[in-house]
């Protein structure tokens, strides 16, 4: 086999954009069209009848009766309307020796280069333009538009806009003056590069015109507003050079509704302008048609116009409808009746053919992608396809020559030495090797679009030519690439046979051939069955690996044992295929877990981001929630619960980035994490149960995966090195510990135990201390913040459930007893006691960023503690001071009699005030003084204390003194003291100022005692100052 | 301190109140104000006398301690009530006692200063009087000074007139005899420190011829 020619014939036969052009390699590739809707009116509600290509061809083209036809071929792109035009053709060539059809003048015209140039020179060269004038102009369009470069084309095409608007004599839209200012603002520079840029609207009339541009949609060839719209880029530049007309039109069109105002406008003359580009007048085209049916008519013919696609005649669409729509009778008898088949799109039907045309339609035939894509049909294409690709263009053209009688088409498709499949065409086996009906059908499955055009493109054709590579030995087979076989990825139907074949060793490349062979050609499966000359793995015979090179693989066969390794005995049986679902009644639920697993075979074989991972880390969170037994493990269930928080568990490439931080379980793409993800799947799947076939197997990866990851999880949860479950609790009890201590809830002495029950009491964060202004104030105020005062109660929390003892999950949240792990707080408490509640050096050097839950303690303590000393300093000052002052009201001892003795003066004095001297006073003052005697003992030990604090003690002794608020105490003692005192002095104050007012009315009164007074003064300083004992001279 | 706050304060509301609850009667204030007045007016002769006193026969006014506290203590109390426009009976008395007092002392200060010199210089004068020059005037002169013996003068002029009195007797004395040994010799006999060595035949001759034998003592010191 020349392995050369039959890649050269591949190439022949199935080009990129078009068809095969000769006509030989069209009929041998040819599949009839078995069942076409036509319907016999243009209307697009008529009833459609089911015919065959031949019953089409024999009944509406064939036109034995002679009758007026035009028929519309229409359908979506690349579902074969150029396919069933250009065999009618053929068809009517097969048929050349009837007289019907030699008496048929037949124009073909072919979408070559999908422009009106090919379109022109195909009716030159069809002679169908008769006009030695009209010949004269059109050969010299197609042959300037040959010589023509791109700009000058589009240029031409410019000013011929141009020049219309302004020769432009009607004021339909717009009035002379306004068509003089769109003149100058189409001529402004600017504008005119704008409109003349790759994606304007002048390049889509060149387009039309004479670019050749494949079978891919046709760009409309038009204005519309957006190239009017988008030139607000130029406003400014135009504002500042461009004329005034220039400058208001633009300033206009940038507004939608006048966009697509001047975008009609110029529309209109569009069929105008492409003539005239085309050389070609108005009614060039219908009056070519119509001398040709004169022509004909005189000649005793008919004319046949096949047009695979109307639109290659875009601006003389119009005029050849027309002239093809008119019927040869009546006063056009003298016309040639015209059967014409033109291939369209629906949309194009719809816009273009107005009612009075879609009268004019005879019948329609739809061409659609619902008679195509069945196995059958694809096996047959490909069948023709891959024997036509055997064939020699000369075997080829000789079998059409002799009527392309399907029964006689040569068959010479390549064959293997063992059995392959085949198809069955005109009563005969036609081998599909290398294919096969499950492949063909998976690689069209596979298609982005699923239409006979790409299915040709990119399966037949791409896949021959991996085969032609294999056979020269240049390449391999099948072609993997994804866009050979798709992006979506390939998987075995069964799990372990993934596994198995995973372990397969093989370069990476050729697995990858393999597995597509595998999953394409065969079942998607591993099973070997049967013997030779029958065996089978996958379903593909044995013989057919071997022959891609595929040796020594061996499947899993039911019963035996060898070359299976333990983990893989499993009953086997078909499970749900993984393969792009076909079924269109698929549950949700089953859906749901389609797309997982395709996110899982995505996220690790193609290094993808992992969709629906929070569904994967869910279930992640949930099996290792039951299956390490936390508790055993020395994390308590409290801390395992909150750590085994979603947003702890990452996924390697997970669809949302985290922020990055050291994640507590991080699942890496590898193997064993694919597996165990997959197993969890699998699990939810089948009800979160493990009752199904692979169950074992599943759970043989997720036990793998675990305990390998067991010890660094364990590790990780427990925070080591730096922090362990014991320092949480640690920091927790001092925090609470500091809490308690500022809220007044610490007491000078107390037992270990009843300080325990304190700690673990979830007491309320109130304090029963009075509001000041000191700096213990402020620590309470900070303390009991809303954002703090959380931040406590949390700590709260997690301190009593910390060492709590939880059954069952970790994560179930049970409102049960609190059962403590006595021995653990014990020891913490042991440790706390004897640092005297100072932890600073139990907190980490560095300060804490963030406070997860088991450092949220410790940053806290970071913050809190100094503060609480610095307290405990101001506490001691002011301890001093009070002393001071208590001593300077009742001297040096503040003993228990001090106390006492102050405490009953006071009384005494205020009895005598109320009862000697009529004075009233506060109601509490006498009760306030009253208590300083029952509190006696108590205002002296606190005295005492403070001296013993104020030398310096211990962290514990001091926060647990002042926690009771011993100042205030001594506070409201000096302050009563005060009270009274200042009472004391005001009464006096008044008695003194009664009395003065007494003696100043007495002396007032009388001047003798005036002069008593100077001269008992003055005796008395005589007196004085006479000598005496006691006196000094 | 506090108990001193309170001692206080309570000092001063009893003091008030005392005063505020005083029986006012106006008269009887105004009458005993009247009699202070007289008592402090005579306290104020007395000392200008005992001073005057003072600095003419440096009469000793040290007063007694208890003497001195309980005269300024009653003038202080008397000072508290009058201010306060009250003035009993009982502290008039006392005043007027202290002030009896005070003249008793003085009285008993000044005798006891002017007695010794006062009564020899009038026994000299008596004595000798026929001798000087002017025996009405000598007799007039102790007739004065053995009037104030007994009680402080009531008037600084009466001090001074007593002790320009003194003085000139004394002088007289001692003027007596023309002979210098007569003077010497009465001299001594006014400072009482003759003796009988003095009793020169001088002397003798002159006691012989004013027939002062029989008014000469002799005693043994």
């Known amino acids: ?301 008919a004319l046949t116009v096949l047009i695979e696609d109307m639109t290659t005649f875009t601006g003389l669409d119009a005029e050849l409808i027309k002239v093809l729509s008119v019927p040869h009778e009546g006063e056009y008898q003298d016309l040639c009746r015209v059967t014409s088949v033109i291939g369209l799109t629906n949309a194009y039907y719809d816009t273009y053919f107005r009612d009075n045309f879609q009268n004019r339609v005879t019948h329609q035939i739809n061409v659609d992608g619902n008679i195509f894509g069945d196995a059958d049909t694809l096996g047959e294409m490909a069948a023709r396809y891959i024997n036509a690709t055997y064939m020699t263009k000369q075997e080829a053209k000789e079998w059409n020559e002799r009527g392309a009688e399907q029964e006689l088409l040569p068959y010479r498709t390549w064959e293997p030495d063992f059995e392959w499949e085949s198809e069955r065409i005109a009563d005969r086996e036609f081998s599909l090797f290398p294919f096969n009906r499950r492949s063909l059908l998976n690689l069209f499955n596979r298609l982005p ?155 690790y074989e193609k290094k993808e981001r992992l969709a629906f991972h929070e569904d994967f880390r869910k279930r992640v969170r949930l099996f290792l929630a039951d299956a390490i037994n936390w508790q055993l493990e020395g994390i308590p269930a409290y801390l395992a619960s909150r750590k085994l928080a979603l947003q702890n568990i990452y996924i390697e490439d997970q669809l949302e980035r985290q922020e990055a931080k050291e994640n507590l379980i991080f699942i890496k793409r590898d193997r064993d994490s694919y597996w165990m993800l997959i197993a969890l799947t699998e699990w939810n799947y089948y009800g979160s149960s493990w009752d199904f076939k692979d169950a074992p197997f599943m759970q043989y990866r997720l036990i793998a995966w675990l305990e390998a990851n067991k010890a660094d999880i364990i590790s990780r949860f427990k925070g080591e090195p730096g922090v362990t479950p014991m320092h949480t609790l640690q920091w927790s009890m001092s925090l609470e510990y500091l809490r308690l201590g500022l809220t007044g809830g610490l007491a000078q002495t107390e037992s270990d135990d009843i300080l325990l029950r304190k700690i673990f009491s979830q007491s309320e964060n109130v304090s029963s201390r009075s509001d000041t202004d000191d700096a213990w104030s402020r620590l309470l105020k900070y303390i009991q913040h809303d954002a703090r005062k959380s931040q406590f109660e949390e700590n709260q929390k997690t301190l009593t459930r910390l060492p709590n003892t939880q059954m069952g999950s970790v994560i179930e949240d049970r409102n049960s007893k609190v059962l403590i792990h006595r021995d653990q707080v014990e020891q913490a408490f042991c440790t706390l006691k004897n640092l005297y509640w100072d932890v600073s050096t139990l907190l980490p050097d560095q300060s804490i960023e963030r406070g997860e839950l088991s450092t949220s303690a410790a940053r806290l303590l970071q913050s809190l503690l100094p503060r609480v000393k610095e307290v405990l300093q101001d506490e001691k000052r002011k301890a001093t001071e009070l002393l001071k002052k208590l001593k300077a009201k009742l001297g040096e001892s503040l003993e228990r009699d001090t106390w006492v003795e102050a405490s009953r003066e006071m009384v005494n004095f205020l009895y005598m005030l109320n009862t000697e001297y009529h004075i009233n006073f506060q109601s509490n003052l006498r009760t306030r003084s009253e208590k300083l005697e029952e509190i006696a003992e108590e205002l002296a030990n606190t005295c005492k204390r403070s001296y013993e604090v104020i030398e310096g003690m211990k962290f514990s002794q001091e926060l647990a003194f002042f926690s009771t608020d011993p100042c205030q105490l001594l506070q409201d003692a000096l302050d009563i003291i005060l009270t009274i005192e200042d009472l004391a002095f005001k009464e006096a104050q008044k008695a003194d100022s009664a009395l003065a007012s007494l003696r100043h009315d007495t002396s007032t009164g009388s001047e003798n005692v005036k002069l008593v007074e100077v001269g008992l003064v003055s005796l008395i300083d005589r007196i004085n100052a006479l000598g005496g004992v006691n006196h000094v001279n | 301190m506090l108990i001193n706050v309170l001692q206080d304060a309570t000092d001063r509301l009893e003091k008030n109140k005392t005063s505020q609850e005083r029986v006012r009667d106006l008269a009887q204030f105004e009458s005993n104000i009247k009699k202070i007045l007289d008592i402090a007016n005579k306290m104020d002769s007395i000392l200008e006398v005992a001073i005057e006193a003072k600095r003419q026969i440096q009469m000793p006014i040290v007063l007694e301690l208890t003497l001195r506290n309980d005269l300024i203590s009653t003038m202080r109390s008397v000072l508290e009530q009058a201010q306060d426009g009250f003035l009993d009976n009982e502290v008039v008395r006392n005043l007027s006692r202290n002030a009896d007092d005070l003249r008793g002392y003085f009285n008993s200060s000044w005798t006891q200063t002017v007695s010794e010199e006062a009564k020899q210089v009038a026994t000299s004068l008596d004595t000798f009087g026929r001798f000087m020059s002017n025996p009405d005037e000598a007799s007039q002169i102790k007739l004065a000074i053995s009037s104030r013996i007994q009680a402080l003068p009531s008037q600084k002029n009466d001090v001074s007139l007593f002790a320009s009195n003194l003085k000139k007797g004394r002088e007289m004395a001692d003027q007596a005899g023309d002979d210098p040994e007569i003077k010497m010799f009465i001299k001594k006999v006014l400072d009482k420190q003759a003796s009988l060595a003095d009793i020169t035949p001088n002397v003798q001759e002159w006691i012989r011829k004013h027939k002062l034998e029989q008014r000469t003592k002799i005693s043994f010191a």
């Open chain 1, 1 to 301: 086999m020349n392995w050369q020619n039959v890649q050269k014939r591949i190439n022949e036969i199935i080009q990129v954009d078009v068809m095969a052009d000769d006509e030989s390699d069209f009929m041998a590739t040819h599949m009839p069209f078995s069942r076409l809707p036509v319907q016999f009116s243009g209307r697009k509600d008529s009833l459609a009848v089911q015919m065959s290509e031949e019953e089409v061809y024999s009944q509406l083209v064939f036109n034995p009766n002679n009758e007026h036809r035009m028929i519309i071929v229409n359908g979506p792109n690349g579902s074969g309307k150029s396919h069933l035009i250009r065999w009618i053709r053929a068809r009517m060539y097969s048929d050349n020796n009837i007289d019907t059809i030699n008496n048929e003048k037949v124009v073909f015209i072919r979408r070559i280069d999908n422009t009106l140039r090919g379109t022109i020179r195909q009716l030159l060269e069809q002679g169908v333009v008769t006009d030695p004038i009209q010949l004269e102009r059109l050969r010299q369009f197609v042959q300037s538009s040959d010589i023509q470069n791109e700009e000058e084309l589009k240029s031409t095409l410019f000013y011929a806009f141009l020049t219309r608007v302004e020769t432009d004599k009607e004021d339909i839209d717009y009035r002379s003056a306004e068509r003089r200012r769109l003149a100058s603002f189409l001529r402004d520079d600017d504008v005119k590069k704008i409109l003349m840029e790759d994606d304007g609207p002048i390049s889509r009339f060149y387009e039309l015109l004479a670019k050749p541009h494949g079978v891919k949609q046709q760009v409309e060839a038009a204005f519309r507003a957006e190239d009017f719209m988008g030139m607000r880029k130029i406003m400014n530049t135009i504002q500042r050079n461009g004329s005034q007309d220039a400058k208001l039109i633009i300033a206009r069109v940038l507004k939608e509704n006048e966009a697509e105002k001047l975008a009609t406008y110029l529309n209109r003359f569009s069929h105008a302008v492409i003539q005239q580009c085309a050389n070609m007048a108005q009614g060039d085209v219908g009056e070519m048609i119509r001398q040709l049916r004169l022509d004909l008519k005189r000649e005793g013919k």
């Open chain 1, 449 to 603: 679009e699923k239409t006979p055009r790409f299915f040709l493109r990119d399966v037949i054709k791409v896949q021959l030519n991996a085969w032609v590579q294999y056979q020269l030995g240049q390449g391999m087979f099948p072609d993997t690439k994804v866009s050979a076989i798709g992006e979506n990825p390939l998987q075995f139907t069964e799990f372990q046979h993934n596994a198995r074949f995973e372990s397969v060793d093989l370069p990476q490349e050729k697995k990858q051939v393999l597995r597509a062979i595998l999953c394409l050609w065969g079942d998607g499966h591993l099973h070997e069955e049967g013997e030779e000359p029958n065996h089978t793995i996958g379903n593909l015979s044995v013989p057919f690996l071997r022959f891609f090179g595929m040796n020594g693989l061996s499947g899993v066969r039911q019963t035996s044992i060898q070359n299976v390794s333990a983990a893989e005995l499993i009953d086997v049986t078909p499970a749900i295929s993984t393969q792009a679902a076909t079924s269109k009644t698929m549950s949700v639920a089953e859906k749901n877990y389609r797309s997982e697993l395709e996110a899982l075979a995505n996220w």
